[in-house]
């Protein structure tokens, strides 16, 4: 099975949700949408 170009920008989009979700958790603004943390919870 061979991955093409767009199977690779899947994957990296992917990764860097689960990347953004991570750094949610960590920070405690997967809490709720009220925290400080405005970028993460747009993101998310």
């Not at 991570?22 to 747009?42: D, L, M, P, Q």
């Amino acid at each position: 099975m061979e991955f093409g170009w767009i199977n690779g920008i899947n994957m990296t989009d992917v990764i860097l949700l689960i990347l953004i979700n991570i750094v949610a958790f960590k920070t405690g603004a997967a809490e709720g949408f009220s925290g400080n943390f405005r970028i993460i919870n747009v993101l998310e």
